[in-house]
């Protein structure tokens, strides 16, 4: 909940800020034997820190540097380490005839709805909402708060026990329990809805056209903390003194942003949102007249966030026709972006819009939290048309259903706008129907249709006009058999289990899969879960579908999964090649409070540099990065030159060592509050290895795994002396247009003839995985050493017996049983013919 408070609605017990408040833990058990929340408000010195401090307690508005916010005990104890004055807040008073509750409604009766329903009278009337309205509503309770009071919800359609292909809109109330407007006003929208149907022209339309749920009260708990007879007593969080506005599964944030398990409140809410499609919703609040949209977790603006900026202008506008002009003027005239205002993390918001494709706003409603019942006509007299027109901008911009072309079935398709969307922003048809309704600002745009099996459809310079809605249904074919797939992670530590979807198009009715390296080594279903990969190294992946006639379509990708080592932030010096480096919470947890790290990889080869690619960085955000932070140095300490310093989600992208020693020094710091879940980057080593060919045949290798292997790409600038490249697996002609060796392996030994001598520069990474497994007769032999390599010294490990080793062209040659040892030493960048007794495996030494 957001709230801006006036001098003329507080109290202030202490009064200026002048006074240095050191609140002990006895201060706290003073408070806290009174009230389980606590309202206050304080200064910062720097705005930055509202986000920090918006982990530790709930804000609730944010006026220039004055913060106002409520805390239960543990909150307040967090945020007593920031050592900020702070002063308690009260709300104004309340007289005995400003909150008027009711029991035993009739709603048939209702003529002024200047009251508050008890929480047995609410049932009662959510309950004769069906009763006298069963074709058009039906009531039902989503779940059970803590005190097992019911989270009530009123569904309302023309027709309303059939799921039909229309759009889904949701209304919640007073999810903070002492914000009560809005728990008034969704009680008499819906009354508004059902007395309405069949005579008023624009509710008959809405009820004709969508379904609408509505739930007048998120937070009975809350609501009726006092008892269930009166909302006099009524609090913000819920009945675990959790802020539910706070519990949601954020973006940012990752799934519990406040460091509490989820609520039953917030779990009966994603339950619902799972259950069910949602186009449009709101969620109502007091403390501010405002309408706020997102992002209320990040900065960087939504992608469509002119048609935000357009619905809440029009909800505004039209309630400024209807009301004084001092009602619904804050910020920006009546509507915010949520992180222009103050941010927070695990809104309901923001969870909607990101998580379930949903488009939800915040709808700050009354300055008063605890509306007096005198002044409920008058918002409901400045707010209800908004409401319904909210309500009717579900049913504009884009919208139909998506089949399969051939049987007319429904597709969950994914309905995406390339180079629009961004953070979730595309959305789902539905299962039932392949209904689906695209929400779009006025314009000109490309919309693609996908679904997995089919191939996908893009419908070009579809127009979307104001106030509309432009009809589209699209049809999608499963196209030629052709077998596609993809993983989970194809980056990973040892013994973790990768889970593989199939892509394949052309309707596959059965699948085999191999997976080199893993347990098991085989599947045949759709898509394989709790594939383990437990030994170090990359591994293929392929995948063969049969469709109904027998036909069949295989994909292998070759080194598909890499398997590395898994290095965690800490101090000491890691000589590595290959690796994935996390901070020190590892793949799934993170990183701690009060951590001081400096961690240096250096090179395991010779002459190669490291290199980092981050390839997911989340650590606390600050504007100079003060809280947490990562520093990147070009060297093998931080007496070295600084690359830079890093915070918030500013990856560091792709770093690369740029000194002759090839290291980097990384070191990081968190300070004593809000641990994220950190980074993972790969480690890899670069370097450039220059092959010098002369003319004629030779033999050439690398130990480098060039950035872009291609061979037309690789031999680029010598294609024209280029006569043949080859070795036992295919051959490179260019004269001739044929490449069916296709790309370099640095683990293969290549013939080469050229017309003149030349040289080729491979610029990649190269790893310490200095193994080659040899077969039982000739072998063509890769150098896997920047530096020339002893015969003697090559084999002393070898495990295959190694009857000859020679020049591919030339006469010097290794062979023991003929007594002749004209070739001592291996050259790096040359390749030599190989034969040997039995398989085995070769490991090259360590350059010295």
Known sequence: MKQIITTALLFVILSGFAQEN??????????????????????????????????????????GDTVFAYANEQEFLKFLNFSLPWETVKEPPLREEDIRMAEHIDIDQVTDW?????????????????????????????????????????????????????PQFLYTGTMHGDELVGYNLLLRLIDYLLSNYGTDPKVTDLLNNME?????????????????????????????????????????????????????????????????????????????????????????????????????????????????????????????????????????????????????????????????VSQLENHWQWNF?????????????????????????????KVYIDGHDEDNSFVFADSIHGFYQRLLFPGSYDITFSCNGYQPVTIQNVTVTQFAATTLNVQLGTGELSADFSAGDTEISPGTAVNFSDNSTGTPTAWHWRFEGAVPAEAFVQNPINIVFSDYGD?????????????????????????????????????????????????NGNYQNNEDYILTFTPEVAGAKIRADFQEFDIEAQTTCNYDRLEIYDGSSTAATLIGTYCGSNSPGAVKASTAAGSLTFLFHSDYSETRPGWKAGISCTMEQTLVIPAGWSGISSVVLPDNPELETLFQDILNRLIILQNQNGFFYPAQ???????????????????????????????????????????ELPVLSPCSVFIEELLENSTANVLFIGEMAGTAMFWPAAGINTLQELQPGKAYFLKAENEGRITFPVCR
């Open 22 to 63: 050191q609140r002990t833990r006895q201060t706290a058990d003073n408070i806290f034997s009174q009230t389980d929340e606590l309202h206050l408000r304080f200064r910062v010195p720097d705005a930055s820190l509202i986000k920090k401090l918006s982990s530790v307690i709930s804000i609730d508005d944010v006026d």
């Open 212 to 372: 609408i749920w509505i739930n007048p009260l998120a937070n009975p708990d809350g609501t009726y903390y006092g008892g269930n007879s009166t909302v006099w007593n009524s609090r913000r969080y819920n009945g675990n003194s959790i802020d539910l506005n706070r519990n949601y599964p954020d973006p940012e944030e990752g799934p519990h942003p406040d460091g509490h398990a989820w609520q039953p409140e917030t779990l009966a809410f994603m339950q619902l949102a799972e259950e069910n499609d949602f186009v449009m919703s709101a969620n109502t609040h007091s403390g501010a007249e405002v309408i706020n949209y997102p992002w209320d977790t990040w900065p960087r603006r939504a992608a469509d966030d002119d048609w935000w900026i357009s619905v809440c202008r029009a909800y505004a506008d039209t309630v400024h026709l209807y009301s004084p002009s001092t009602y619904m003027d804050y910020l920006n005239n009546g509507i915010t972006n949520g992180w222009d205002w103050y941010t927070i993390s695990g809104g309901r918001q923001d969870y909607m819009n990101y998580f379930m494709h949903c488009r939800e706003v915040t709808m700050e409603l009354s300055n008063t939290k605890k509306l007096p």
């Open 737 to 779: 247009n044929i490449n069916t060796l296709k790309s370099w392996m640095p683990d293969q030994g290549y013939q080469i003839k050229l017309q003149s001598e030349s040289s080729v520069t491979f610029s990649g990474t190269v790893d310490g995985n200095k193994e080659i497994e040899i077969v039982e007769g000739w072998n």
């Open 539 to 587: 591994f293929d992946v392929s995948l063969t579908v049969f469709n109904a006639s027998g036909d069949s379509s295989t994909l292998t990708k070759t080194d598909y999964i890499h398997v590395r080592h898994q290095y965690l932030m800490q101090n000491g010096t890691i000589t590595v090649c290959q690796g994935l480096f996390y901070d020190s919470g590892g793949k």
């Open 114 to 166: 200047d009251f508050y329903p008890t929480y047995e009278a609410y049932i009662d009337m959510m309950n004769q909402f069906q009763t006298d309205y069963p074709g058009l509503c039906q009531v039902f309770s989503i779940g059970k708060t803590v005190n097992n009071r019911d989270l009530m919800m009123a569904k309302i359609s023309a027709n309303v026990g059939v799921r039909e292909a229309e």
């Open 385 to 413: 048309r908004s409401l319904l027109n909210y309500m009717e901008a579900c049913t504009f911009g884009v919208t139909g259903t998506v089949s399969d072309v051939n049987t007319g079935q429904p597709l969950p398709a």
